[in-house]
């Protein structure tokens, strides 16, 4: 049988768009010569969903829009998802089978995750459908458990898998062993369609793909580009099956999560806080390839502090990638600021207070310039800093996206390296030299933070690994190191929940996956 599978990037809430992209989609000839066109799950309102799907007036342009599908089937069938009223039960997230003018069957979603379950009702799961002469077991990608152990279920001669899955970079590769061993399991041929594209934090990496019963990959899509394949199950030889390096799809995710961003929200120009370190400058390459360097603007703001390398780093930089940047010194307004407080201060020393007001200075200009010229400020913070409170509220927390906040210190290093592997994009001294935020004479990282590969290792047991503190110092860390690095973390959950949103490719992002008290 042949089978159209179809990786779609759908508008969470557009349903007429969503389904102009289903139409043209079926009206390609290799959907027409399919017996079969398979989209992935929540195809016509996207997702998230979350609070929206509650709103009658969605629920009935998703309603008219299947009841469109349903006029346009004739002489095709397809897969197409969407939430749905159904009787006897209520609002379900649900997968429906349309054949010939006619609805052949509906699918409703079983195991809901903790979002859905404020929404939907529990559904019936995977269902067994006949169709030229084939059962064919269609469900979703949480309910395809059942196929292994129900046994209520019958042999199905085929399955289908709609998924609708966050990218995950821990574990990228877990729904293609998840696929390989149903087919083991069950000595048939599958069929995955999987969702592409982003949605604010919630980025979908596609990589759909089908395989005959003898698990041989017979297509895959690739990883976050749309696209569509068409493929004969019966067929025996096999395609390259595509795993590429996880820093890889890391970057691929990131420029796309940027991409989409500005896309779905009318935006078109970016503009960057450029400091010659490795933060924002990982920040400012991913835009310029999201966004092309035409679109991309990049601002120094040296103080007395700043070295000279760090703005010959940030120049160069920004040559390298083409984009606008200009120098905008700080210094003068800091002196001013600080003549201004000092009668308040009154003769006090200098501390971290005279760092944050540096900070708050640059994202005030920052923030000005993207008010006056439209450009939207990225945020450069990563995960590493964002945990233990290495970032000054309403200074370098700016910004209406935090495109690394899900990546440690140690992972930006890497990421930079994959970014320079055939030519050297960001300067070699900007990934060379120590970490530094510049804010005081000679200042480090390492004057108040361990060394960021001993750090990020304590964070990702905490954060990634929920280890509580004795089993984080049996890995053979310092009790007294680890006390203070969980306690930052502790006593920063405030700032976290004011920053922006961040572009999630970790199953433990903040204030999206880890949420904790702030009191």
Do not use: W
């Not at 040559?319 to 201004?340: A, E, S």
């Not at 590493?384 to 970032?391: D, K, T």
């Amino acid at each position: 049988m042949k089978i159209n599978i179809v990786q779609i990037n759908t508008k969470t809430g557009n349903v007429a768009e969503n389904l102009q992209k289903v139409f043209d989609e079926l009206e390609k000839p290799q959907s027409k010569e399919a017996l079969l066109t398979v989209f992935p799950a929540n195809t016509l309102c996207g997702s998230p969903l979350l609070s929206s799907v509650v709103y009658t007036d969605l629920q009935k342009q998703a309603q008219l829009a299947l009841q469109e599908c349903v006029q346009r089937s004739e002489h095709r069938a397809f897969i197409i998802g969407l939430p749905l009223h159904v009787q006897d039960r209520g609002l379900c997230n649900a997968l429906v089978f349309v054949q010939n003018k006619a609805i052949r069957g509906i699918i409703t979603k079983k195991y809901l995750d903790l979002d859905e379950q404020k929404y939907f009702v529990r559904g019936e799961g995977v269902q067994i459908l006949q169709y030229q002469n084939q059962r064919i077991a269609i469900g979703f990608y949480e309910d395809l458990k059942e196929l292994t152990k129900s046994q209520h279920l019958e042999q199905p001669d085929m399955v289908i898998c709609c998924g609708c899955n966050v990218f995950n970079y821990n574990k990228p590769y877990r729904t293609r062993y998840r696929m390989h061993k149903i087919v083991e399991l069950l000595n048939t041929s599958l069929v995955y369609a999987n969702r592409v594209g982003g949605e604010g934090s919630y980025l979908y990496a596609g990589g759909s793909m089908a395989l005959n019963a003898a698990g041989s990959v017979l297509c895959q899509l690739p990883y976050f580009e749309e696209g569509s394949y068409t493929t004969d199950l019966q067929l025996l030889e096999s395609h390259d099956d595509e795993k590429p390096q996880v820093v890889e799809l890391v970057y691929k995710a990131l420029v796309m999560g940027i991409r989409e961003y500005f896309h779905k929200n009318g935006l078109k120009k970016a503009l960057i806080g450029l400091s010659g370190g490795i933060d924002s400058a990982i920040v400012a390459v991913l835009a310029a390839d999201a966004l092309g360097s035409e679109n991309v603007r990049g601002v120094l703001l040296p103080s007395q502090y700043s070295s000279d390398h760090s703005v010959k780093d940030a120049v160069d930089l920004a040559n390298n990638l083409g984009i606008q940047h200009d120098i905008v010194p700080i210094r003068d307004m800091f002196d001013q600021m600080k003549r201004t407080l000092e009668p308040i201060f009154n003769g006090m020393p200098e501390d971290v207070t005279e760092e944050n007001m540096q900070a708050r200075i640059r994202g005030s200009l920052l923030m000005a310039i993207s008010n006056k010229t439209g450009a939207i400020l990225l945020n450069t913070s990563n995960k590493s800093e964002a945990a233990v409170g290495y970032g000054t509220l309403y200074g370098d927390s700016c910004g209406a996206l935090s495109v690394i906040g899900d990546l440690y210190k140690t992972e930006v290093y890497e990421l930079a390296e994959y970014i320079n592997r055939d030519e050297e994009r960001i300067p070699r001294n900007t990934i060379e030299k120590a970490p530094s935020a510049e804010l005081r004479p000679d200042q480090k990282d390492s004057d108040s933070l361990p060394d960021y590969n001993e750090l990020d290792a304590i964070l990702s047991m905490l954060i990634e690994d929920e280890m509580c503190f004795e089993e984080i110092c049996e890995e053979g860390f310092e009790p007294a190191t680890v006390e203070r690095i969980l306690k930052m973390v502790k006593n920063n959950e405030h700032k976290r929940l004011q920053t922006a949103p961040v572009l999630k490719i970790s199953p433990m992002t903040f204030r999206l996956d880890r949420k904790m008290p702030i009191a």
